[in-house]
């Protein structure tokens, strides 16, 4: 039923984006709350809507004053401002001089927002994303856990606030305590407000509906936002438990809290004098840990982390490279990896490269390693198609690889599906035509130049210079080299051409919990003869004595809402297409400056003076450095890390 009311709010505008529709009057609020709300609710709207609390600087300024005298609060103690939002609380304590403060929240936007501005105004904060019921923190790890802006009682089930407040207790020091800050559930069962609106500046209005939940537990909230030119903009619904004096002293006893304060009510002010909802009226309360003495912990001995590297076979052909077998380039290429893993401790690294007996030489490395490190981008038997076959051979066998698996794979490697994904999420793409194999003749709904390349493929193979065409001859003369080189039976992907900065972006590790952003990177065409398109296509990477040998990469310096819109999207597809640990993303701008996504490539080249090296390199790191973030990347989520 669900899917069938998602689908009635969304309805198709001319370019393919999907435009919101309210649901009109419904009898039943709770029926449409998400279990998941909490995953999509804190964006840019909820920083406007809730902007009279949320982002005062003055109520700011007055809960940290309030916090600093009831808690006695001095620099030197270590807090975790937990589901900080876009780091308020954590950003005015850092302005006072607190320095070991931590911030994590599980909105991508908000903990954005929190790094921007601790970089604009020079502090040294952590924020992180992450899921309050699993904290990406050892033990004992906090003198002070802030729980604030009503930010407990998200969840369906009691047992998740519970883990919650378990999550806390574990990673607080033996006398540490927990400040908790949440609505009133006694107050708000009587006094909400079960209908309300108010303008937000001149352009926005904000209606909201609210319902008790049939056990009388939660309070169901509704929301839709109008824009006066755009129309609605927002249709959504939330819920949050109400939790009384009672409930929470109860809660926090079975999670072994003692020494429990309420520190009185909170009547938030409002400077637009307007519907406050949840916010209305708090309870503030301070709870203690009391742990035994942890005994000192001999230090373990150091272990070895066992590896077994996987890479292309030198001994077969590979149709990729020019002379379709591998070249000194390509064993200077593995030396220089081999050279680099070397330097790291706490390693100890086996090579295979023969592909004819892979699964024998794996069964008999079973138990005796620790990791795969799935270098074999080639695919098995050097046969891009079959990337994705080694990883599900890993699987078979029961071994832990680094990278992602085999689904991912197989969805990247078919371009079309990629944008279809993409414009699902209404991320930009190029206009593109899918020519099929029993295609004889062609119309292009858009105007060149475009760029013509077979839909399935690997390491730009089969995308020159002559694939980015002007006038109708070259363009069938494109496809016709394409269908020679790879066969009749092949899609070819046909997208126009954009002629703004060629980019692209790295994300080392796993979002939401624990991931790097790589600095963007653009290529610089400023070494090609006149008339050479800039693209950077097979000759750039495979035939160095070519003009597009020159080709480099650079940082780019990109407007704000350009590069935020490039990274945040790429966050999203790495979690949808369930990347793992690794992955580039390549975009182009159009001539106006207006970011679209080109490729996604998970598990991408990893050699020394790649992309993604050179990504690396950018942002301070090292080769080996590089090599080691990405182990440490697949060994945390697979459970083995730090």
Known sequence: MRETLEER??????????????????PSL????????????????????????????????????????????????????????QGRHSLELARRGFSKICGLDRS??????????????????????????????????????????????????????????REIYRVLKREGVLFLDVA????????????????????????????????????????????????????????????????????????????????????????????????????????????????????????????????????????????????????????????ALHTLEGYSFRYLDRHATFVQDLVRLKGKIDLVFNLCDEGFYNNARQELHIPALLEILGLPYTGSGPQCLAYCYDKSLIRGIAKEMGIPVPRALLIKPDDSTFTLPFSFPVIVKPNFGDSSFGITQRSVVTHFDDFTQAISEIRGKFGYDQLILVEEFLTGNDLSVGIIGNPPDSYQILPVSEEDYSTLPPGLPPICGYEAKWLPQSPYGRVTSMPCKLPENVEKTIVESSLKLFERLECRDYARFDWRLDREGHPYLLEVNPNPGWCWDGHLAQMARFAGLTYPQMLETMLKASLKRLGNGE
């Not at 709010?9 to 419904?26: A, C, F, Q, V, Y």
């Not at 001095?74 to 975790?80: A, N």
Request: proline content about 6%.
């Open 9 to 26: 709010r969304l309805s198709p505008t001319k370019n393919g984006h999907k435009k919101i529709r309210s649901l009109g009057p419904i």
């Open 30 to 85: 709770e029926e449409h709350v998400r279990s998941d709300w909490w995953k999509h609710l804190f964006n840019s709207f909820y920083l406007k809507t809730d902007a009279d609390v949320v982002n005062d600087a003055e109520i700011t300024r007055k809960e940290v004053d309030f916090l600093i005298n009831v808690l006695h609060l001095h620099p030197e103690q270590t807090i975790l401002d937990l589901c900080c939002g």
């Open 108 to 165: 991508r936007y908000l903990i954005q927002k929190a790094r921007e501005q601790a970089k604009k105004e020079g502090l040294n904060l952590q924020f992180k994303e992450g899921d309050a019921r699993k904290l990406p923190y050892p033990p004992e790890q906090f003198d002070i856990v802030l729980l604030l802006g009503n930010s407990f009682g998200y969840f369906e089930s009691v047992q998740d606030d519970l883990q919650v407040l």
């Open 184 to 339: 009133d559930g006694t107050y708000l069962r009587h006094h909400f407000q079960p209908r309300s609106w108010e303008w937000i500046g001149k352009k926005l209005f904000v209606l909201r509906e609210r319902s008790l939940s049939t056990d009388g537990k939660r309070l169901i909230s509704r929301e839709i936002i109008t824009h006066v030119e755009q129309g609605v903009l927002v249709d959504q619904f939330y819920a949050e438990r109400l939790y009384s004096r009672e409930d929470l002293e109860h809660i926090l006893a079975q999670s072994e809290f003692q020494n429990i304060v309420f520190h009185g009510n909170y009547a938030a002010p409002s400077s637009r004098r307007q519907d406050l909802g949840m916010m209305e009226q708090r309870i503030f309360l301070s709870a203690q840990v009391h742990k035994q003495p942890t005994p000192p912990r001999k230090n373990p001995p150091k272990t070895t982390i066992k590896v077994a590297v996987l890479l292309g076979d030198p001994h077969q052909p590979d149709p990729v490279k020019p002379t379709t077998v591998f070249d000194e380039d390509d064993l200077y290429t593995v030396s220089t990896l081999k050279e």
